[in-house]
C-alpha cells in the first residue's frame, strides 16, 4: 500500500517541479572559489614576475693566457734545477739542465710565468718528451686571476657576457667567507675537447676531469677587485678570507642568466 501511494504522488508530479535542487554545496563552493583565486594569482604572476635562472659550471682559477707544459728536449739524467714551484720567471730564464752522453742541455723556459708544478728532481733519468714543468703563462706576479669555467654545451649558448657569477671556492669555506664574485668576460664560440683543455690548463688530468660529462664551452669570469680585502677580490661577505686566493684552485661557478617572465616559456 505504501509503494502504490509513492507511485501515485510521483505521477501527479512527474517533473518534481516544487523539489527545491542544490546545486553545490558549500564546501564545493569554496573549492572553485579557492581555486579560481589561485589560477588568477598565478596568471598575474606568470605575466608580471620574473624569475632568474642559473646555470652551474666547474672551473680552476688561473691567469687568463693559460699554461705550458715543459717536455725534456733529449733523453737523460737531470743534473740541476734552477727554480723552484712559485717562482716567477721572464722567458728564456733556465729551468734545469739535463746530462746525455755528449753533452749537458739546459732546458729554458718558452715564455714568461709561474711554475706551479715542477715534476724533475735531481738525478732523475727522463726520457725526450717527459713533462719536466707546467709553468703558467704572467709577466707578473700581482697580474689578477681570472676563473675559466667548463659549462655544457647545451646551455653555454644562454650566457651573455657580463653576466654575475657566484664562485665557491675550493679551498675557501663558503659558510664561512662567502662566495667569489665575478662577471663573464667571454664564451667560447665552440666546446673544448679534452686535448685542448689540457693544453690550456697544462695539466691531463684536468682535461679528463672537465671532459668527463662531454665537451664543453669554456666560460671566462673576470673576477670583481676590491681594496678592502685581503685577497684582493670581492666576496659575498663583508671581508672574505683572511688569506690570498691561489691560481690552479678549482671552483664551482653559478652563472645568473637573464631573468624571464614565466608565461614567455609557454610561448612559441
Given at each position: ?42 596568471g ?9 635562472p642559473?646555470?652551474?659550471a ?39 739542465s ?6 749537458v ?27 719536466l714543468?707546467?709553468?703558467?703563462r ?24 657580463g653576466s ?31 686535448q ?20 664543453p ?52
Open positions: 500500500m505504501q509503494f502504490r501511494q509513492k507511485a501515485l504522488a510521483k505521477l501527479q508530479s512527474p517533473e518534481e517541479l516544487d523539489v527545491p535542487v542544490r546545486f553545490a554545496r558549500p564546501q564545493g563552493w569554496l573549492v572553485l572559489t579557492v581555486t579560481v583565486l589561485v589560477m588568477a594569482v598565478a598575474f604572476w606568470s605575466v608580471t614576475g620574473s624569475v632568474s642559473e646555470l652551474s666547474p672551473g680552476i682559477l688561473t691567469h687568463a693566457e693559460g699554461s705550458y707544459v715543459l717536455q725534456s728536449p733529449v733523453a737523460g739524467q737531470i743534473t740541476a734545477v734552477f727554480a723552484n714551484e712559485g717562482d716567477v720567471l721572464p722567458s728564456g730564464a733556465r729551468l734545469l739535463v746530462r746525455t752522453d755528449q753533452k742541455v739546459t732546458v729554458r723556459t718558452v715564455a714568461a710565468g709561474r711554475v706551479t708544478a715542477l715534476a724533475a728532481k735531481i738525478g732523475a733519468v727522463v726520457t725526450t718528451g717527459a713533462d714543468a707546467t709553468v703558467e704572467i709577466d707578473n706576479a700581482n697580474d689578477p686571476l681570472v676563473a675559466v669555467l667548463y659549462a655544457p654545451a647545451s646551455g653555454a649558448p644562454t650566457v651573455p657576457v654575475p657569477v657566484d664562485l665557491t671556492v675550493q679551498s675557501v669555506p663558503a659558510q664561512r667567507f662567502g662566495v667569489l664574485r665575478g662577471r663573464v668576460l667571454a664564451v667560447g664560440r665552440v666546446p673544448e675537447t679534452r685542448q683543455i689540457t693544453s690550456f690548463l697544462g695539466d691531463s688530468q684536468l682535461g679528463d676531469q672537465f671532459s668527463a660529462q662531454g665537451q664551452v669554456a666560460v671566462m669570469v673576470q673576477l670583481d677587485r676590491s681594496t678592502s680585502t685581503r685577497s684582493g677580490y670581492t666576496w659575498s661577505s663583508a671581508g672574505g678570507p683572511p688569506y690570498a686566493i691561489d691560481s690552479t684552485t678549482l671552483v664551482s661557478g653559478a652563472i645568473h642568466l637573464a631573468a624571464q617572465r614565466p608565461i614567455d616559456w609557454l610561448l612559441p
